[in-house]
């Protein structure tokens, strides 16, 4: 599976950006895919997972009920959807497909990673 993430950009506190994952392979309708970030001096951390199907989500604190991620099987794209943004999710975000059916947080728990795409929030 490869994948390229895409949709960053600067943005002002309170606004919303749409972050898109285009992902080719054949394995990607069977992957669970996830999002992470890292931001200036910080680790990787983990944004928000969907199961293979879409019907399971998971998502991190800070992001929950803030931040929605979905998928296209048919069209082999992931997204996420990011309102109310605030200055604590800049950051580099990282798209990642794990091959298992299960949904993992962890950076472990995924096997491949795309290159990131750049959010930044003015305050």
């Known amino acids: 599976v490869q994948l390229q993430a895409s949709g960053g950009g600067l943005v002002q506190a309170g606004g919303s950006l749409r972050l898109s994952c285009a992902a080719s392979?054949?394995?990607?309708?069977?992957?669970?895919m996830g999002w992470f970030r890292q931001a200036p001096g910080k680790e990787r951390e983990f944004v928000a997972g969907i199961s293979w199907r879409g019907g399971g989500t998971v998502y991190a604190d800070s992001v929950k009920g803030r931040f929605t991620i979905s998928r296209d099987n048919a069209k082999n794209r992931m997204y996420l959807q990011m309102n109310s943004l605030n200055h604590e999710d800049t950051a580099v975000y990282y798209c990642?497909?794990?091959?298992?059916?299960?949904?993992?947080?962890?950076?472990?728990?995924?096997?491949?990673w795309g290159q990131g795409t750049l959010v930044t929030v003015s305050s």
């Open positions: 392979g054949r394995t990607f309708s069977s992957s669970v």
């Open positions: 990642a497909a794990r091959l298992s059916t299960r949904l993992g947080t962890g950076q472990n728990d995924y096997d491949y």
